[in-house]
């Protein structure tokens, strides 16, 4: 099978870049041929991308050239199916379904149907909970958002409300849209997707190093990873740790925009003996923190499709902590294979970890809840295979020129995948 993928970047990233390259490489050893249209190189990894997408076509820098370039891009590779990630674009996504090609989108986070991106609040970091409507402007005041890339005095960039709207019907149009988690389906639904067209597919990571266990030392480590960003919530994660009771000691790896504000809140809170900021870790290096590791939190406040940092850990037996927020009720069962706290509680996430800092068998036997779980639901092989699968669905129905139906079990994956 010929499989276009398009994407907005080329090279790693992120976490959607890590399943753009993971699955790619593994449908090429599966036979496929793979090919990328796409955006800016990141300047990270490129070498890796460049081994597994052999046949590439890079969008132009003038928008008004992009639809042009798709259409090329088309002609040129004739794709039996085309298999969108994150991408901004709405002349090249509107080329696309113009294309009359079988059309899969990967869902990675709420860029489709959020203005601000993110679902909750930047000021008040509460989650938003409604659909794109005329609110989002009004009410949330989200046309106006924040603009990382500009240099000016002012770092603010307009949303247009109509575009948004544009863009959600031309995902409409889409014969599948792969979600993550249950939440995610909500979330499409909220915006008026059709039921039929949404699967889950979770991003399965492969599994860890065989065997590697923690100790469940006396250490008593508490592991972050992650981007330090405002909706990561590590600042939050600092406040819990100040009312702990049991000797702990946290590492947090990573980087990002306010690693600088946590690391001053982390000394005003009188934490700095105890918690140490590593910066950014190779992914195949996190394993020598799990060695002693006791258990990993996780402290998104910002509403998160998955966050597949969790389904990572699970595979090492160790227990998790997190907030309430978005998908991760899909993975995280409290009382299971971790705590799940009401979110912002900031109370009940430091007793949780407290409580497995002073019961190292608690943590083990959560830890081992988790392993199991993830390892029955959560299977590299099957995730690929229904990729596999999905894609032959859709060229046969888009062939044949019927309507696209619900696939059979589908209701029941999509259930399985949930473990509430």
């Known amino acids: ?48 991308w460049r081994a597994v997408f052999r046949t590439r ?7 008004d050239r992009t639809a042009a370039a798709t259409r090329a891009a088309l ?34 986070d ?15 970091r509460r989650i938003c909970t409604r659909p794109a409507t005329l609110y989002c402007v009004y009410g949330c005041l989200a046309c106006v958002v924040k603009d990382s890339s500009a240099n000016g005095p002012v770092p603010l960039k307009w949303v247009s409300y ?19 988690t249950q939440y995610m389906r909500d979330e499409l639904l909220k915006n008026g997707f059709d039921p039929k067209r949404i699967e889950i597919h979770p991003p399965v990571p492969r599994a860890g190093e065989q065997g590697l266990r923690s100790s469940f030392s006396d250490r008593n480590l508490i592991i972050y990873a992650g981007q ?23 590492i947090i790896l990573g980087d990002g925009n306010q690693k600088g504000q946590c690391e001053e809140l982390c000394k005003e809170l009188g934490l700095a003996d105890r918690v140490t900021f590593k ?11 799990y060695r002693e590791c006791s258990v990993v939190a996780l402290s998104s406040v910002w509403p998160e499709p998955i966050a597949t940092i969790g389904l990572e850990v699970m595979r090492y037996a160790l227990p998790v902590v997190a907030f309430d927020a978005g998908g991760i009720r899909d993975w995280l069962i409290d009382g299971h294979n971790g705590w ?6 900031v109370d009940t996430y430091a007793a949780r970890l407290d409580g497995l800092m002073r019961d190292k068998n608690k943590a083990r036997e959560l830890g081992g809840n988790g392993l199991k779980l993830v390892s029955e639901r959560y299977d590299f092989e099957g995730y690929i295979s229904g990729l596999e699968a999905l894609f032959t669905r859709l060229t046969q129905e888009v062939r044949d020129g019927v309507s696209v139906l619900q696939p059979a079990g589908a209701a029941a994956s999509a259930t399985a995948n949930s473990p509430a």
């Open 1 to 48: 099978m010929r499989i276009l993928y398009v994407h907005e970047r080329f090279g790693s990233l992120g976490g959607a870049e890590a399943n753009v390259i993971i699955v790619a490489r593994e449908l090429t050893g599966r036979g496929h041929q793979v090919a990328i249209l796409h955006g800016p190189d990141t300047g990270r990894g490129s070498d890796d």
């Open 57 to 63: 076509y890079a969008l132009p820098d003038a928008p």
């Open 75 to 108: 002609e040129a590779f004739r794709p039996d199916v085309v298999y969108v990630h994150k991408l901004p674009d709405l002349a090249v996504i509107e080329t696309l379904t113009k294309s009359g090609l079988p059309l899969a989108r990967m869902v990675h």
């Open 110 to 124: 709420h860029d489709i149907y959020c203005m601000r991106s993110y679902k909750y609040n930047y000021f008040t």
């Open 162 to 180: 109509r575009d948004k709207r544009r863009e959600i019907r031309l995902n409409h149009l889409f014969h599948r849209m792969c979600v993550v």
């Open 228 to 250: 330090i960003i405002r909706g990561k919530g590590v600042d939050i994660l600092l406040r819990a740790l100040a009312l702990m009771r049991e000797p702990f000691e946290c």
């Open 279 to 289: 910066g950014f870790v190779p992914q195949e290096e996190l394993k020598n923190y």
């Open 340 to 345: 799940l706290v009401p979110w912002m509680d």
